[in-house]
């Protein structure tokens, strides 16, 4: 996108939020850096340079618009939409692997070696993996002096800084001002969040539009109690993370998403932020999405009637390949029983003062003994769930947002019990594969017949060929036709 100049000027001319995040704009003149919208005037087009990233920006001496925030505009919709190399790296990234496990460790994760690694990210985004975790670890300190009463010293060791000489210039190198400047003029400009004791409370940005109906509708209807809970406008859930546990409020809102974070160890800040981003899908594009999909006569109507669809997806792959087969063919209300029945025995206690969660939901090493005889589900089910459990417990089974989704497909075939409905689900919801379909789905066939589309999986599969590379997105238009609890905000 950044090389097309001539459609990034124009871009750039019109305020187009819609590519906010797909590049940056550099002004030479002033040193700065913006997003595609920024409400200043345009600059000449001669003083522009258009660059892939945030940290490509910070690495050429370019310092943030205080108007703007360009350091806040959604992630780039790219990296959720392949599944190449360097797509994989920057979800790692975003996920903190390069401030947990270095730059080897990246490489090592990704079957590269380093030097590889950081000639493709230089080559595709205009800097390396370390420049790229700097400019995130910039982005959280923001969030956090921004959004929070924490004194600097906790805000430098929640983002990732090594040290407070190391936050203090970062910060006024890539905003210009001083982390004490940016508080007070986050006061001044009405920008903090209400506080609420022990919590951080934020704001989620993304493009619009974006339909919570069905994202938050099917988080709400299938809930396992103890892990989530919609409480108070808002989805609740326990989370994993590196350093410690947390839990977690999400609050739609015709802007942004409100996000409300306790968690045991301010380190898995940026973790925490990246994964709700990730399980509600806030980085699609939804524009693209649905311009695609409209050219489907049959679908263009389900489209015009609520625009902007997220798929939601996990905040962790391995329980949500879990909880798919604990949902092979029963219903929502008995996949919720079969999971709190093994959160109550085998998942680990939490605090959650501000609601009823009880549990984080069992890790696989948690699992894998536990006794099949206990499981109140069909023999070949409970063989399914075991064998899963004991692959990813050791490890011959890795699933997460760096995963190959071809590799992982085949890897999950191999499974006894796995069809093409189970693999791609968990395709779609916890790998996310934007183009994983289920032409075998009950609902998604009964919408299809209902709207005159081929209502067997051999040829809605055919008719869907159109729908590429969305057809995940697809599905969610389907599944709305129903009134089904997964499609409505809950009350």
Known sequence: MYTDTDRCVRAVQSKDARFDGWFFTAVRTTGIYCRPSCPAVPPKVENMS????????????YRACKRCRPDTSPGSPEWNARADAVARAMRLIQDGVVDREGVTGLATRLGYSTRQVERQLGAELGAGPLALARAQRAQTARLLIETSGLPMGDVAFAAGFASIRNFNETVREVFALTPGELRARAARAGRSEPRVPGTISLRLPYRAPLNPDNLFGHLAATAVPGVEEWRDGAYRRTLRLPYGTGVVALTPGP???????????????????????????LDADPEAVDDQLRTDPLLAPLVEKAPGRRVPRTVDAAEFAVRAVLGQQVSTAAARTHAA?????????????????????????????????????????????????????????????????????????????????????????????????????????????GLGLPSTPAALTGRAAGWRPWRAYAVQYLWATEDHAINHLPV
């Open 341 to 449: 029945r093994l959160v109550s025995a085998y998942g680990e206690p939490v605090e959650d003062p501000q609601g009823g969660l009880t549990h984080l939901f069992p890790a696989p090493e948690a699992l894998a003994g536990l006794d099949p005889e206990t499981l109140s589900m069909p023999r070949s089910r409970r063989t399914t769930l075991t064998t899963l459990v004991a692959a990813l417990a050791d490890g011959s089974l890795p699933l997460g947002i760096d995963s190959d989704w071809e590799a992982a497909r085949a890897a999950l075939n191999a499974l006894p019990g796995f069809g093409p409905w189970t693999t791609e689900i968990i395709a779609m919801r916890a790998l996310g594969d934007p183009d994983a379909f289920l032409p075998s789905d009950l609902g998604v066939r009964r919408a299809a017949q």
């Open 255 to 281: 802007e942004h998403i409100g996000c409300r974070l306790a968690l045991t160890d301010l380190r898995d800040l940026t973790i925490a932020i990246s994964r709700c981003r990730w399980m509600l899908d």
């Open 50 to 61: 258009f660059l892939p990233s945030a940290a490509a920006c910070q690495q050429a001496g």
